[in-house]
């Protein structure tokens, strides 16, 4: 198993531009999210999802656009990238439903600037 | 209002020692479950251990415990015998309900060994 992976590991983009950070698990995990970690704040959720075609927005969603065609696969859109959207970006996964623990596995995490 | 609360921006241990690092939560939901995540500097998100709000135990995985007092809703992480390789930042991470999905994030304790 690859687990989570993430792709690009590095982006730079200028302000405007978009791009979608993939992220792909072959864990067969119902349950996917974004996250973006920015320092001295932990980590926080953009979007989620718990299944093919369903999403929901979290915490910090404006700017980013989801879809979940696949149970597979969690693309993440920056449709006009901007400065403050210079972050770590981790894509998640783990199993829905009632579990002792539901532990969440992470991708590598893809660094982006913005200019 | 906060949901998790690291006080503790960096700490130091010296190699051997065991080391605790706070976290304090909040929430008005009897079922949720705490989580510590390490964090390397390589930046990888390792899930460290996991309690349950109904768990009479204090969870423990090998060096790792975790110092659970719920009527004072506290998750401390206690780290024995301290390692070189321990240095990372350190996350604690709540969900809420029974089925919950989301996690919250505190903003990380940065930790460092001292040989």
């Known amino acids: 198993n690859a687990g989570v992976t993430q792709t690009p590991k590095f982006q730079v983009l200028k302000t405007g531009q978009s791009m979608t950070l993939q992220c792909a698990q072959d864990?067969?995990?119902?349950?996917m999210s974004w996250y973006r970690q920015d320092p001295g704040m932990g980590l926080r959720l953009i979007h989620y999802s718990v299944g093919a075609g369903i999403t929901d927005q979290g915490e910090v969603p404006n700017g980013y656009n989801v879809s979940r065609s696949t149970t597979e696969d969690f693309p993440l859109r920056l449709l006009s990238a901007a400065p403050s959207q210079t972050s770590v970006y981790f894509c998640?996964?783990?199993?829905?439903?009632?579990?002792?623990?539901?532990?969440?596995?992470f991708g590598p995490g893809t660094r982006l600037t913005v200019l | 209002a906060q949901k998790i609360t690291q006080t503790q921006p960096g700490m130091f241990v010296q190699e051997k020692e065991a080391v605790t690092l706070d976290c304090t939560y909040d929430?008005?939901?009897?079922?949720?479950?705490l989580f510590w995540y390490k964090q390397p500097s390589s930046g990888e998100m390792i899930f460290l251990i996991y309690?349950?709000?109904?768990?009479?135990q204090n969870a423990t995985e090998g060096r790792y415990s975790l110092n659970f007092q719920k009527a004072r809703k506290s998750a401390n992480l206690v780290i024995s015998a301290s390692q070189l390789g321990d240095s990372a930042m350190y996350f604690c991470a709540m969900r809420e309900g029974e089925y919950g999905n989301k996690l919250v994030f505190g903003a990380g304790t940065i930790l460092r060994v001292k040989s």
């Open positions: 929430t008005s939901d009897p079922s949720y479950g």
């Open positions: 864990m067969n995990h119902e349950y």
């Open positions: 998640a996964s783990h199993r829905v439903g009632l579990a002792e623990n539901n532990e969440q596995f």
């Open positions: 309690q349950g709000s109904y768990d009479q």
